[in-house]
Each structure stands twice: as C-alpha cells, then as structure tokens.
C-alpha cells in the first residue's frame, strides 16, 4: 500500500495535465482595426508638428529673419515712399489702416515694401525717402529703419 499510495501523486516524468486551450485564429477585422490605429498614430506624430510649425511660421520669420539677420547682416539705402498700401475693411472685420509703402531698386531690379508710416502721418509726403535695410542676397526682404535705429 506504501508503494501506492507514494504512486498517486505526480509519476516521475509525467506532469500534470492542463488544458489546453485552442487559440483561434485572430480576426482580420481586428488585425485590421489595430494596423489603422497605428497608422492614425504615426499620421497625427507627423502631421501635429507640421500644424505647429505652420501656425508660428511668421513669428518664426520675424524673430529669425527681421529681428536677428536681417539687422545683423542686412545694407542700409535709401528708398523712395511710392503710394498708399492698405486700408478699408480687413477680412477680420476691422479696419485696417492705410499705411505708405516705400520702393527701392537693386541691380536693376524694383523692390516694394509696407513701410512702419501710417498714411495720415502730416509730415510725409509721397516722393519723401526713409532709411531702410535690406539683405543682399534676398532684397525682397527689408524693413523701414525706424528714426531711433538709425541715430
């Protein structure tokens, strides 16, 4: 009975039985669900950043380029005050004040830009110059230089 009852429990080499449980195969719908997710995913990682950079692109462009290059690297000249740029109704609703633009010719080339004076200002007139700094390379992009930065 000794040897028996030593013998009931778990032989050498034989282990417990356990159910096995049957795996199915899984869904495509699922797989396919899950594979959407992911691409959702890395779409929004990409796509939230560019969003992003759109929005502060003109600040980026100001802070970068009109605040820091542009004093840093820019030529001054003078430029001729041409018309009036601006004013009426803005599309926000508002109203937009009229404002001089100024114009400059480099290597043969026409440039016009928004100048910082406002189109009621008494003392100017169309045909006035103002000091304005440009970039060499990219005359497109100038500013009006303002009374204070050129002293």
Not at 16 to 34: D, G, M, Y
Not at 36 to 62: G, M, V, W
């Amino acid at each position: 009975n000794r040897k028996n009852k030593r013998k009931k429990g778990k032989r050498k080499g034989q282990e417990s039985e356990v159910k096995k449980i049957r795996i199915k195969k899984p869904n495509k719908i699922i797989l396919r669900k899950i594979q959407d997710e992911k691409n959702t995913r890395r779409i929004l990682a990409i796509a939230i950043p560019i969003f992003i950079l759109i929005i502060l692109s003109p600040l980026l462009y100001r802070l970068i380029v009109l605040d820091y290059i542009l004093p840093k690297y820019g030529k001054e000249t003078e430029a001729v005050l041409a018309g009036k740029m601006g004013g009426g109704h803005s599309k926000t609703g508002g109203y937009a004040y009229p404002y001089y633009y100024y114009t400059f010719t480099m290597k043969g080339k026409t440039y016009e830009h928004l100048s910082r004076i406002p189109w009621e200002e008494p003392p100017v007139h169309l045909g006035d110059t103002v000091r304005i700094i440009y970039l060499e390379r990219f005359p497109s992009i100038s500013r009006q230089i303002k009374e204070e930065e050129s002293d």
